[in-house]
């Protein structure tokens, strides 16, 4: 009954299952072999990655069929190494993108003074840890939620981010 209402305050409010009030982590568990993560709700979205059968992933949010999940620690994200000095982010605003280049998708943000865990360097980019809070995507068909959600669970959107960017 507390799952449902929960369920139902979510639809409401539009706040995802993983911000409810009562502070309820939601996890999902992959019911497919080698699932693409991508870095967007489509099929045009980047492959980030793999996921397998059974691994367990938080999740933030649906829409249209997709599901978007919090970014495992395993993935590699990048940052351009002119806005990072000693691990801290340097400008009012840096984008974190999935591969070492401005052509690949922007994944997440980060702000000033913010920590990174460097994990690598390629050219004039640094490979980090996902910040927490990124969010990857998912097939819906490809997971199973803990509890039924039926269709009365009504996807919750994330407003565009306004504000620009460093790369």
Request: proline share 7%; net charge negative; glycine share 8%.
């Given at each position: 009954m507390e799952r449902l209402i929960c369920l139902l305050l979510c639809a409401s409010t539009g706040l995802s299952m993983a911000q409810?009030?009562?502070?309820?982590?939601?996890?999902?568990?992959v019911?497919?072999?080698?699932?693409?993560?991508?870095?967007?709700?489509?099929?045009?979205?980047y492959v980030l990655d793999s996921a397998m059968r059974g691994d367990e992933l938080l999740y933030l949010?649906?829409?249209?069929?997709?599901?978007?999940?919090?970014?495992?620690?395993?993935?590699?994200?990048?940052?351009?190494d002119e806005f990072v000095e000693e691990g801290v982010v340097v400008p009012e605003k840096l984008n974190v993108?999935?591969?070492p280049s401005v052509n690949y998708a922007k994944m997440a943000e980060l702000n000033?003074?913010?920590r990174v865990e460097v994990r690598g360097s390629f050219s004039d980019w640094l490979k980090i840890a996902p910040p927490k809070g990124s969010?990857?995507?998912?097939?819906?068909?490809?997971?199973?939620?803990?509890?039924?959600?039926?269709?009365?669970?009504a996807p919750s959107e994330e407003p565009e981010q306004g504000a620009a960017a460093a790369t």
């Open positions: 409810t009030a009562s502070n309820e982590v939601v996890t999902l568990r019911s497919g072999d080698r699932v693409s993560l991508r870095s967007e709700p489509s099929l045009e979205g949010s649906t829409t249209n069929g997709w599901v978007a999940v919090e970014a495992p620690q395993s993935l590699d994200f990048w940052v351009s993108r999935a591969g000033k003074d913010d969010r990857v995507w998912i097939s819906a068909e490809y997971v199973e939620f803990p509890a039924p959600v039926g269709p009365d669970a």
